[in-house]
């Protein structure tokens, strides 16, 4: 169906005022940096450059799967000797340390088709916002790792969520958190406080935090990541503090990744029929489609029929029909509907 056909049926379509739903809010957030790392480097000479290439793409590996040991399949392997073949630019910047970093970014598609070659899954840019409590103990006391009591653990933990492409929201850790979880709680890592103190974070995963630090100055502590209703624990003895914030985002991103992640093929093409509902204007339609063809699970959108304020459009795309919904309705804007029975298709109400 032509756009100029479109207008025309839509424009009819058109009602007043609008639909107002309670509780909707984001639950995810678009990372834009998932094909581009910045390494520091030693100097600008020609080995230091080669060493970034080869580090920065297998940072970005890591970030596009959710895979921490992505780097270890043999097609990645081959890859990252050849690190410059996926190379788009780079460009040299100076930290507020005054360390000498080097920002590179890659390319996109060549990147997707190793992931395909390697047997990885992409994780869509699409991605849950996760909720990060966390409660250090060292020679300072017992503290959460406020921006404000814990500086360097704040900014290490946002380091390596980054690092891993997982968008991160810290507490605000202000009197209204402390007043729903006690420091104690918070350390004990009770469900029911950690969820009622999440409660006013609306939308987010749930990950909490301890750790604390030894005489020899080794790290000892736990992860607690609450995954559809149910708790996913590790426990973690890091040689430093790094070790031990990098591996609270490995444990979300590889289980975000595994629900999320999309298995790429080159001669798979599924089709699905998506009915969405609410689309009042062409603009809507227009953003509606926009929104769907952006995910990188989706090969085309092709419109199929509309009725009042109901459109129907046919996707193509490269994964099962469970996983697409998954997938779709990160964006709160797509509200889930009830299936028809019979029919595979997904209905949403638009909510823009």
Known sequence: MSQSILQRFLAPALLCGSLLLGGQYARAEMVDNIYSALVTVEGRDARSLAAARKAGLAEVIIKASGNPLAVERPAVL??????????????????????????????????????????????????????????????????????????????????????????????????????????????????????????????????????????????????????????KSRSTVAANLEAFTNAGAELVAGTLAEQYGVKLSADRDERYRIVLRGIRSFADYKLAQESLGDLEAVRAVVPESLLGDQVSVRIEAETDLQQLARIIELDARFVALPREPGQGALFYEWIP
Do not use: C, H
């Open 78 to 231: 081959r890859a990252l000797d050849d690190a410059q073949g996926y190379l788009l630019g780079y460009s040299y910047e100076e930290g507020a340390d005054n360390a000498l970093r080097l920002r590179l970014d890659y390319d996109e598609q060549a990147l997707q088709k190793l992931l395909g070659e390697a047997d990885l899954r992409l994780w869509t840019a699409n991605r849950p916002l996760v909720l990060t409590w966390l409660v250090i103990s060292d020679e300072r006391g017992r503290r959460f790792a406020s921006l404000e009591a814990a500086p360097q653990v704040d900014a290490m933990l946002k380091e390596s969520f980054l690092r891993r492409g997982v968008p991160l929201q810290t507490p605000l850790y202000d009197l209204l958190d402390t007043a729903t979880i006690s420091l104690g709680e918070a350390w004990r890592q009770s469900s029911a406080a950690l969820i009622d103190a999440s409660d006013r974070y609306r939308g987010a995963e749930l990950l909490a935090g301890r750790v604390a630090r030894l005489s020899d100055g080794s790290w000892v502590g736990d992860w607690r990541y609450l995954d559809n209703g149910r708790w």
